[in-house]
């Protein structure tokens, strides 16, 4: 099953009309398109299954066009028939991660969490610390329901089943993780995403697992980035421009990419008995289960490309709020010494400066901008967001 919506792309927003749309199949190849009437006038973007009963979770109207956001949840047991439900949560709610446990919601906006039986009564069950970014889908492994924030140092938090006490975890990468998408095997969650970043905005792939929420095991990082995850019989698989099959989740193999894929929109992935299905806004790929071998792809990924020391490597610095830290070899760097006006760009750079950054040695870092003037950089701690600049 999958949902979604069509819009007539017509202008002024007056003329505008957009339907919810569902999509059923029994073999992930043949697929027949539902418009029930429930789904009329909802754009409908989230889906989430909760032990046999699917939900989907949108907005009433387009979100280019409404003048006021109003949240929507439909219900079906079947993905034909479906339902709309009038949720007690404000309607201004906006959903930033859904999941289920069994048969009970769970969903995230920024700084609270909602559990709910029937996507109709939902109760407030836990506080949760304000993000700057969001929070990724929730997952939940034994007793234990984890969420992963979208850009934070220490970025794993986690709970009981019922989330109603959020903690974090003291992983830490050294690495600035994008977490794309995350899936629950056997007893083991499996997260994939982008690591920032091996050479000046060059971005790597990578994955974490974990068993509890509080510890976690980082892969090795490698060149593409992996898209989506899926468990399948007797591992993981991952997509993206590539696709990789894994045992444990970090250590992956290359199999054949999907044909003529592209990213072009968010990639999803779901997996069941018959095999795998994966789409990207676009076009849909299906992959039957025999196919999917974890011991029958051998070829290792290809790593990150890492710089050469003395190597000068073309960049961009953005300084119209002061020098930011730099992001380079998959470590977090400053000037050394710290600029004193640190809000402006230094005399002598420009807003957008151009430049090339050369690693002078182990921890050493050059920037020479085109413009003549260079800055010394050292390793250091990624300073705490504060807020854009004035």
């Known amino acids: 099953m999958a949902v979604g919506y069509y819009g007539d792309d017509s202008y002024p927003c007056e003329e505008l009309t957009v339907d919810g749309r569902a999509w059923t199949s029994s073999d992930g190849e043949q697929w027949s398109e539902l418009r029930p009437q429930a789904l009329a006038g909802l754009s409908l973007t989230r889906a989430v299954n909760a032990d046999g009963t699917f939900y989907a979770f949108g907005q009433v109207g387009d979100s280019d066009c409404a003048n006021d956001y109003q949240l929507a949840v439909v219900r079906s047991t079947d993905g034909t028939q479906w339902e709309r439900l009038n949720p007690d949560l404000p309607n ?70 019922t989330g109603d006490a959020w903690r974090q975890s003291k992983f830490q990468s050294d690495r600035g993780l994008n977490f794309l998408d995350s899936t629950v095997g056997t007893d083991l969650i499996v997260v994939v995403g982008e690591a920032c970043c091996s050479l000046p905005n060059t971005e790597a792939g990578v994955s974490l697992t974990s068993t509890d929420g509080t510890t976690w095991l980082e892969s090795a990082p490698f060149r593409d980035t992996p898209q989506a995850v899926v468990a399948i019989a007797g591992g993981y698989m991952a997509v993206g421009r590539s696709s990789w099959v894994s045992h444990d989740g970090i250590d992956w193999h290359v199999g054949p990419p999907l044909p003529d894929f592209a990213k072009r929109s968010e990639v999803v992935a779901v997996s069941a008995a018959a095999g795998v299905l994966v789409i990207n806004g676009e076009y849909a790929w299906f992959a039957q289960s025999d196919a999917l071998d974890a011991d029958g792809w051998v070829e290792t990924p290809v790593g990150a490309e890492m710089p050469e020391i003395g190597l000068r490597y073309s960049t961009d610095v953005f300084l119209h709020c002061g020098w930011p830290a730099i992001q380079f070899g998959f470590r977090t760097w400053l000037p050394d010494p710290p600029f004193e006006d640190n809000i402006n760009p230094p005399p002598g750079f420009g807003d957008q400066d151009r430049g090339w950054l050369t690693q002078m040695g182990d921890n050493e870092l050059l920037y020479e901008s085109r413009r003549g003037p260079t800055v010394t950089l050292r390793p250091a701690q990624a300073p705490e967001f504060e807020g854009p600049c004035a």
């Open 92 to 161: 201004t709610f906006f959903p930033s991660a859904l999941g289920s446990i069994g048969q009970t919601l769970i969903v995230l906006d920024e700084d609270s969490s909602w559990t709910s039986a029937d996507g109709a009564h939902w109760q407030r069950s836990g506080d949760l610390p304000f993000s700057y970014s969001w929070f990724n889908e929730v997952t939940s492994v034994g007793q234990t329901v984890v969420v992963l924030d979208g850009d934070d140092a220490r970025p794993a938090w986690f709970s009981g089943l």
